[in-house]
């Protein structure tokens, strides 16, 4: 006869087995899928396109997808160039970006910052197939559209703009996206003139740029922002729209020379881009260089760098770091436009 106890006992040694081998088992599965999770997680990177200069931004009418950002080509800016761990200048015409597998497209409403206007499909299509001079870049929708830079000012389709129009508005725009690989962005296109071979862009550090950089460098004495109203002006008629800019922290003369509302000339020798950097810093006087040594100095980055003649050597020194780094010596305060289109 079996002892009672001894049965017990061989019942609890039984099940205390199994749950030993059912908590192994759990902890193992744990161990194999965290790191898999941590894994999957490190594997997407956030990536930001960024859009400097005189854009707007549609949806692009024959792909729900897809985003247009458009530009003019104009004679105060420099042509058009991306960058990210290469770069490469583009000539006015179409492009199309492509972007590795991301995230969903944003569904959120625009940020208050954004200028925002309507524009009728013609204006649109007339404003796309402008070749006269024009940037088009067509991308996929991204996660989130990011204000990068903001300045304060007002926007409104009577001038001046209403001071109840005033705000931060965006100046430089981010598109965010959520990627699962580095590799695959590259760039496409058809310039109006020649051709572009695809470009595949390297991905060392998580931003994309395309820029359109001002011809020449402001003059620390102008107090209007004209380069700023200039590109409004330029942009606004591009698209075939009635909207002007101001700036609140300009002196009131500035209406009176506005480029939006009055047509201005151009200087007969305008100063040099060394001399303006090292007159915002010492007050210096322009050198009596001429006006084909300031077109030699804008031919390109190695010129502009091994350049100093004359010219006092902080502005040497300033307009390099410019260069090297990709900033722009102009702060350009013109709102990015984010359209809406119209029957």
């Known amino acids: 006869m079996k002892n009672p106890c001894q049965s017990r006992t061989s019942k609890l040694a039984l099940a205390s087995a199994i749950l030993a081998v059912f908590f192994l088992s759990a902890c193992q599965q744990s161990q ?21 200069g005189a854009w707007a931004i549609v949806a692009d009418p024959k792909d729900a997808n897809s985003v247009l950002v458009l530009a003019p080509k104009t004679k105060q ?18 492009y199309d970006l492509s972007v590795p ?3 969903p497209a944003t569904s959120a409403p625009l940020d208050p910052s954004f200028a925002q206007a309507k524009i009728d499909a013609k204006s649109l299509q007339r404003a796309l197939d402008d070749k006269s001079g ?19 000012s007002r926007v409104g389709s009577t001038y ?34 020649g051709t572009f071979n695809p470009l595949l862009l390297l991905i060392d550090t998580p931003i994309i740029r395309f820029a359109i950089e001002p011809a020449q460098v402001d003059d620390p004495k102008d107090m209007c922002d004209t380069h700023s109203r200039e590109a409004f002006r330029d942009q606004t008629k591009f698209l075939g729209l009635s909207l002007y800019v101001d700036f609140p922290g300009n002196p009131p003369d500035c209406h009176k020379t506005d480029p939006q509302i009055r047509s201005t000339k151009a200087e007969a020798s305008p100063r040099p881009p060394l001399d303006r950097l090292a007159a915002l810093f010492l007050e210096e006087s322009a050198n009596s260089r001429t006006a084909s040594a300031v077109s030699r100095e804008l031919t390109g980055r190695p010129a502009m760098l091994a350049t100093v003649d004359g010219a006092h050597p902080i502005a040497h020194y300033l307009t390099a770091a410019i260069y090297l780094f990709h900033a722009s010596a102009t702060d350009c305060k013109a709102a990015i436009l984010f359209l809406t289109t119209t029957p």
Do not use: M, W
């Open 77 to 94: 800016h420099r042509d058009l160039y991306v960058a990210a761990s290469n770069d490469s200048a583009l000539a006015a015409g179409t």
């Open 160 to 193: 001046p703009p209403d001071a109840s129009t005033e705000q931060n508005y965006a100046s430089i725009v981010s598109f965010r996206y959520n990627v699962s690989s580095l590799n695959g962005f590259s760039l496409a296109g058809t310039p109006d003139a």
């Open 32 to 52: 194999q899928t965290t790191p898999a999770a941590a894994e999957s997680k490190a594997a997407t990177r956030e990536v930001h396109v960024i859009f400097e």
């Open 101 to 103: 597998a991301h995230g």
């Open 134 to 152: 024009r940037y088009v870049i067509r991308l996929p929708k991204p996660e989130a559209y990011v204000a990068a830079r903001r300045s304060r």
